[in-house]
């Protein structure tokens, strides 16, 4: 009966959630129960206005983010009309930076529009409109002629529009659905029902949207190779495919080197430059690639050591007349698989051993979900990775925005991009929307040096192909290493689940995930050896928190304990090593949502363990913290130029009863109190967390400001709390910040706890009767959760006289509600016993 107590407290948090936004005719950040440090700096005139693309630069270009109207409308029906508000471009509607958040559902269509001025015209000229990733299908119209359509969240795509413009004043639509998880395409951690390991929906645009001017004949693209070994560049100049191109047309090939080599990382790589240029004729036979050697002799390589970048200008000429010109960037490394001086298989970095020390980062932010909030906020959080002393990132199932592998590739970092995962379910078409999505993501990303890895699938979430989807990505890119199948053996605490035959066909390396402690994989000749994840110790940190009274991770430690498991964790790493261990993932370097296992918290605002702590910890695993003397100067730079404040590391008792002293003093304000119930939680005093929580909503008034109406929901889990009362009181209040459906399903939740689960009986005779008479008092919140609750119950006894008229009853009112696999489990069960 525990097990049916407790699926039923899970099932109810699982219904779906709306938030009917009203029309907001100026914009401002919507709540949120906390915010990084970069959110006030957003505004509508300074919306991520920095060159999206700087791996190919172009002086003529115009940034359209902003504020677009935008309307929600069911997906089959015409929009004509856009009067539900203002949206801020480009955060994704449901994040509190859009100034909108709200879900978009999978039956609905979201609508932006815009209007831009025609860019002025020299002869042959094009306008080429970007979008740097929207999540799902997109529709582009200008002046109302369709000019382009996508599908993929996590790419980019671009159009020629210059046939639809007209003089002066244009407009601009973008038609988007997104059914999240409940569609074919890639989705990654994003569900409509965030819990645990996964998060809130990111849709339509969240990259940014850009214009630019370009010839007749342009430079479409560059595909940068290096080859160490040989000493060259191998670049691909694409033109768009054409026949009859003149052979009047050259590229002239123009790249920088120092004769004194700084390794920082910035735009200043050089005390004095040396000029390379080449020149190359361009081949006319339509294909519309001119692939060029570009010989570097002598070359300076790049590692998490030293970043050293090449700047690098690419000119297309007719006639000697440069006619389109394109700045970019290069690095020479290799990354390979090697035998070091003992046979064992290692990661190789530049034809020498070298240890991948990394952690797994998923990109998401309390205020623009998938969207940072600012450039020096997506840096930052390389940057912070790089100062607690890893060397290598592990992009967990996301595609970044381009200045994200620019400024890992400026910083020093290696990069395992992960694929984004299939619809774990493979429903028809997902399989082919997987590896469109997959192809785009490696043609886009190739010319990034940071990347070193491929990761094709995470664990066995949409496996499947795979060795047909390894070898194609060796064979698509043969200048990177492939991991087939992170995690394919798994291990939770020591038992072995799901083993698989064949785990790690055609891959470059085997690969474990073990939680909490890391392990070795299997050993396999030509393969190195790597624990893909582990670790995932959730620490609770108050006020820094996106879930109150939570702390989701494999394994719970307070946070005086963190450093030394941490600490321990890392020795058994220095072990392994030594038996051939060649690289490690640790989940994870930030908080997400409800998962608090990160090495700082979800608003970036606290170390848990501190910055040198961690490079100490780090020193026998990273060669780069022995080797490089940018590091050994990291402590007066303060950290990389990273600032975070350190966990208090004292023991929660002790930290607790300082606070219930001040209390006991007469100390009052709202502030303390909420700290003070925050710090009862992790000491465990529930008394203390009643008499805390109890006295800050007791002291509250309205109108309430936004963190009260948090805080309130926050120390409000029953309906025997003080707190449940005043939501019901001032309800409109709640509804604005929560949204309707969501404050509907945390009333019901209340009710569950604090009258329904009282009366289950345990022996498995609940009396259903006396839980409808205690319900009804509370309206529909209260019939839809009884009605919930005992079709569940129901369900898992069996009892299918008294399940069918009650789940009956419960999908005839409350269908809409209810997530579709349930619906269907549950219709099932009707259709089979009535």
């Given at each position: 009966?525990k097990?049916?107590?407790?699926?039923?407290?899970?099932?109810?948090?699982?219904?779906?959630?709306?938030?009917?936004?009203?029309?907001?005719?100026?914009?401002?950040?919507?709540?949120?129960?906390?915010?990084?440090?970069?959110?006030?700096?957003?505004?509508?005139?300074?919306?991520?206005?920095?060159?999206?693309?700087?791996?190919?630069?172009?002086?003529?270009w115009?940034?359209?983010?902003?504020?677009w109207?935008?309307t929600?409308?069911?997906?089959?029906?015409?929009?004509?009309?856009?009067?539900?508000?203002?949206?801020?471009?480009?955060?994704?509607?449901?994040?509190?930076?859009?100034?909108?958040?709200?879900?978009?559902?999978?039956?609905?269509?979201?609508?932006?529009?815009?209007?831009f001025?025609?860019?002025?015209?020299?002869?042959?000229?094009k306008?080429?409109?970007?979008?740097?990733?929207?999540?799902?299908?997109?529709?582009?119209?200008?002046?109302?002629?369709?000019?382009?359509?996508?599908?993929?969240?996590?790419?980019?795509?671009?159009?020629?529009?210059?046939?639809?413009?007209?003089?002066?004043d244009?407009?601009?639509?973008?038609?988007v659905?997104?059914?999240?998880?409940?569609?074919?395409?890639?989705?990654?951690?994003?569900?409509?029902?965030?819990?645990?390991?996964?998060?809130?929906?990111?849709?339509g645009?969240w990259?940014?949207?850009?214009?630019?001017v370009?010839?007749?004949?342009?430079?479409?693209?560059?595909?940068?190779t290096?080859?160490?070994?040989?000493?060259?560049?191998?670049?691909?100049?694409?033109?768009?495919?054409?026949?009859?191109?003149?052979?009047?047309?050259?590229?002239?090939?123009?790249?920088?080197?120092?004769?004194?080599?700084?390794?920082?990382?910035?735009?200043?790589?050089?005390?004095?430059?040396?000029?390379?240029?080449?020149?190359?004729?361009?081949?006319?036979?339509?294909?519309?690639?001119?692939?060029?050697?570009?010989?570097i002799?002598?070359?300076?390589?790049?590692?998490?050591?030293?970043?050293?970048?090449?700047?690098?200008?690419?000119?297309?000429?007719?006639?000697?007349?440069?006619?389109?010109?394109?700045?970019?960037?290069?690095?020479?490394?290799?990354i390979?698989?090697?035998?070091?001086?003992?046979?064992?298989?290692?990661?190789?970095?530049?034809?020498?051993?070298?240890?991948?020390?990394?952690?797994?980062?998923?990109?998401?932010?309390?205020?623009?979900?998938?969207?940072?909030p600012?450039?020096?906020?997506?840096?930052?959080?390389?940057?912070?990775?790089?100062?607690?002393?890893?060397?290598?990132?592990?992009?967990?199932?996301?595609?970044?925005?381009?200045?994200?592998?620019?400024?890992?590739?400026?910083?020093?970092?290696?990069?395992?991009?992960?694929?984004?995962?299939?619809?774990?379910?493979?429903p028809?078409?997902?399989?082919?929307?997987?590896?469109?999505?997959?192809?785009?993501?490696?043609?886009q990303?190739?010319?990034?040096?940071?990347?070193?890895?491929w990761?094709?699938?995470?664990?066995?979430?949409g496996q499947?192909?795979?060795?047909?989807?390894?070898?194609?990505?060796?064979?698509?890119?043969?200048?990177?290493?492939?991991?087939?199948?992170?995690?394919?053996?798994?291990?939770?605490?020591?038992?072995?689940?799901?083993?698989?035959?064949?785990?790690?066909?055609?891959?470059?390396?085997?690969?474990v995930?073990?939680?909490?402690d890391?392990?070795?994989?299997?050993?396999?000749?030509?393969?190195?050896?790597?624990?893909?994840?582990?670790?995932?110790?959730?620490?609770?940190?108050?006020?820094?928190?996106?879930?109150?009274?939570?702390?989701?991770g494999?394994?719970?430690?307070?946070?005086?304990?963190?450093?030394?498991?941490?600490?321990?964790?890392?020795?058994?790493?220095?072990?392994?090593?030594?038996?051939?261990?060649?690289?490690?993932?640790?989940?994870?370097?930030?908080?997400?949502?409800?998962?608090?296992?990160?090495?700082?918290?979800?608003d970036?605002?606290?170390?848990?363990?501190?910055?040198?702590?961690?490079?100490?910890?780090?020193?026998?695993?990273?060669?780069?913290?022995?080797?490089?003397?940018?590091?050994?100067?990291?402590?007066?730079?303060?950290?990389?130029?990273?600032?975070?404040?350190?966990?208090?590391?004292?023991?929660?008792?002790?930290?607790?009863?300082?606070?219930?002293?001040?209390?006991?003093?007469?100390?009052?304000?709202?502030?303390?109190?909420?700290?003070?119930?925050?710090?009862?939680?992790?000491?465990?005093?529930?008394?203390?967390?009643?008499?805390?929580?109890?006295?800050?909503?007791?002291?509250?008034?309205?109108?309430?400001?936004?963190?009260?109406?948090?805080?309130?929901?926050?120390?409000?889990?029953s309906?025997?709390?003080?707190?449940?009362?005043?939501?019901?009181?001032?309800a409109?209040?709640?509804?604005?910040?929560?949204?309707?459906?969501k404050?509907?399903?945390?009333?019901a939740?209340?009710?569950?706890?604090?009258?329904i689960?009282?009366?289950?009986?345990?022996?498995?005779?609940?009396?259903?009767?006396a839980?409808?008479a205690?319900?009804?008092?509370?309206?529909?919140?209260?019939?839809?959760?009884?009605?919930?609750?005992?079709?569940?119950?129901?369900?898992?006894?069996?009892?299918?006289?008294n399940?069918?008229?009650?789940?009956?009853?419960?999908?005839?009112k409350?269908?809409?509600?209810?997530?579709?696999?349930?619906?269907?489990?549950?219709?099932?069960?009707?259709?089979?016993?009535?």
């Open positions: 009966m097990v049916r107590i407790i699926l039923l407290m899970a099932t109810a948090l699982s219904i779906f959630w709306l938030n009917d936004t009203k029309a907001q005719q100026q914009y401002h950040m919507q709540p949120v129960p906390i915010q990084s440090r970069w959110a006030k700096e957003v505004s509508p005139t300074n919306a991520l206005k920095e060159y999206p693309r700087p791996a190919m630069v172009r002086s003529g115009t940034n359209l983010n902003g504020l109207d935008y929600v409308t069911p997906k089959d029906q015409e929009t004509k009309v856009l009067a539900e508000g203002k949206i801020l471009v480009p955060y994704p509607i449901e994040s509190a930076l859009s100034g909108v958040k709200r879900a978009l559902l999978p039956l609905e269509q979201l609508t932006y529009k815009r209007g001025s025609k860019p002025t015209l020299r002869s042959g000229e306008v080429l409109l970007h979008f740097g990733a929207v999540d799902w299908k997109s529709s582009i119209f200008v002046n109302g002629k369709p000019v382009g359509e996508h599908n993929g969240g996590y790419t980019e795509f671009s159009m020629d529009i210059t046939d639809a413009l007209v003089s002066g244009n407009s601009l639509v973008v038609k659905l997104d059914p999240t998880d409940q569609g074919v395409g890639p989705h990654g951690k994003q569900v409509l029902n965030p819990a645990n390991i996964y998060y809130t929906p990111t849709s645009i990259q940014t949207v850009w214009m630019e370009v010839p007749a004949v342009y430079i479409e693209g560059l595909m940068m290096p080859d160490i070994d040989k000493g060259v560049l191998n670049l691909v100049v694409n033109l768009p495919v054409q026949t009859g191109i003149s052979p009047e047309y050259s590229v002239e090939v123009e790249y920088f080197t120092p004769s004194v080599i700084s390794t920082e990382p910035s735009d200043e790589r050089s005390v004095s430059k040396k000029q390379v240029s080449q020149s190359f004729l361009l081949r006319n036979d339509g294909v519309g690639a001119n692939n060029i050697a570009l010989k002799p002598n070359a300076k390589l790049w590692s998490p050591a030293s970043p050293f970048l090449y700047d690098l200008i690419v000119r297309l000429k007719k006639g000697g007349k440069v006619v389109d010109e394109v700045k970019s960037y290069f690095g020479m490394r290799k390979s698989i090697g035998k070091d001086e003992k046979g064992i298989d290692r990661i190789f970095l530049n034809n020498k051993p070298y240890y991948n020390l990394g952690t797994l980062d998923q990109g998401f932010w309390p205020d623009g979900l998938y969207t940072a600012t450039d020096e906020a997506l840096a930052f959080d390389i940057k912070a990775i790089k100062a607690m002393g890893f060397n290598t990132i592990r992009k967990h199932i996301k595609v970044e925005p381009a200045r994200w592998y620019y400024h890992a590739d400026k910083i020093g970092m290696l990069v395992w991009q992960d694929m984004v995962n299939p619809n774990q379910g493979l028809e078409g997902a399989k082919e929307a997987f590896e469109a999505q997959a192809k785009e993501t490696i043609a990303l190739h010319n990034y040096p940071s990347i070193v890895t990761v094709l699938f995470n664990e066995k979430w499947y192909d795979q060795q047909r989807l390894t070898e194609w990505i060796k064979t698509t890119d043969p200048s990177r290493i492939v991991n087939g199948h992170s995690g394919e053996l798994l291990y939770v605490n020591n038992e072995l689940r799901s083993p698989s035959p064949n785990a790690y066909v055609s891959a470059d390396m085997t690969d995930h073990a939680y909490p890391p392990m070795m994989p299997v050993r396999q000749e030509g393969k190195a050896l790597v624990c893909g994840e582990f670790g995932g110790i959730g620490v609770f940190i108050p006020e820094h928190q996106w879930l109150t009274g939570s702390a989701w494999y394994v719970q430690e307070k946070a005086v304990g963190l450093m030394a498991k941490y600490k321990g964790m890392n020795e058994q790493l220095e072990s392994f090593e030594k038996q051939g261990l060649s690289g490690s993932i640790y989940t994870q370097p930030f908080d997400v949502e409800g998962e608090q296992n990160g090495l700082m918290t979800y970036r605002e606290v170390v848990k363990i501190p910055f040198a702590e961690l490079r100490k910890i780090h020193a026998g695993l990273n060669p780069d913290l022995q080797i490089s003397r940018r590091y050994a100067s990291l402590e007066m730079t303060g950290d990389y130029g990273v600032t975070a404040e350190d966990a208090d590391l004292r023991e929660p008792v002790v930290i607790y009863k300082e606070l219930h002293d001040q209390y006991l003093a007469g100390k009052r304000d709202a502030g303390f109190l909420k700290k003070m119930a925050m710090m009862a939680i992790q000491a465990g005093d529930k008394a203390g967390v009643s008499l805390a929580g109890s006295a800050y909503i007791a002291g509250l008034k309205m109108p309430l400001k936004n963190e009260d109406i948090n805080g309130v929901i926050q120390f409000t889990s309906t025997k709390d003080p707190g449940f009362s005043f939501m019901n009181a001032n409109e209040a709640f509804k604005k910040v929560m949204g309707d459906r404050y509907t399903i945390a009333i939740n209340m009710i569950n706890k604090g009258e689960e009282p009366l289950m009986n345990v022996a498995g005779n609940t009396d259903w009767a839980i409808e205690a319900v009804k008092p509370f309206g529909l919140p209260g019939e839809e959760i009884f009605l919930r609750a005992k079709t569940v119950d129901l369900y898992y006894k069996q009892d299918w006289k399940y069918v008229p009650a789940a009956s009853a419960y999908l005839a409350f269908g809409a509600n209810v997530k579709e696999n349930e619906k269907q489990m549950f219709q099932a069960a009707i259709d089979q016993h009535k």
